[in-house]
Nanobody, 123 residues
Framework: QVQLVESGGGLVQAGGSLRLSCGAS????????MAWYRQAPGNQRELVAR???????EYGNSVKGRFTISRDNAKNMVYLQMNNLKPEDTAVYYC?????????????????WGQGTQVTVSS
């Protein structure tokens, strides 16, 4: 079992900034990918940003140049710095982690999700 806990959401005016944090706990040997997704009412869940253990990063098109993802492998933490926020960024943001519980695992053992944190951007 791997648990993810997000923090840092809230209400901010357009043009403002927020920083989301997510920590993973449980039986973890390695986390291959950590990512942030978001889901607005009536919309499908979409990728915001993804970072792999080797450091490669991918961003959703709508957040490129405004959001920055980072991770602390030693602490099993992932962060999302969100700048120049827009009303269309309003959504519940979810943390996701894929990895292995044990050294000898040949394939990922877990694909875990956090409970989500609300981000609301007012115009």
């Amino acid at each position: 079992q791997v648990q993810l806990v997000e923090s840092g959401g809230g209400l901010v005016q357009a043009g403002g900034s927020l920083r989301l944090s997510c920590g993973a706990s449980g039986t973890i040997f390695s986390i291959i990918v950590m990512a942030w997704y978001r889901q607005a009412p009536g919309n499908q869940r979409e990728l915001v940003a993804r970072i792999r253990s080797g450091g490669s990063i991918e961003y959703g098109n709508s957040v490129k140049g405004r959001f920055t993802i980072s991770r602390d492998n030693a602490k099993n933490m992932v962060y999302l710095q969100m700048n120049n926020l827009k009303p269309e960024d309003t959504a519940v943001y979810y943390c996701n982690a894929v990895g292995k519980n044990y050294r000898d695992s040949y394939v990922p053992d877990f694909d875990s999700w956090g409970q989500g944190t609300q981000v609301t951007v007012s115009s």
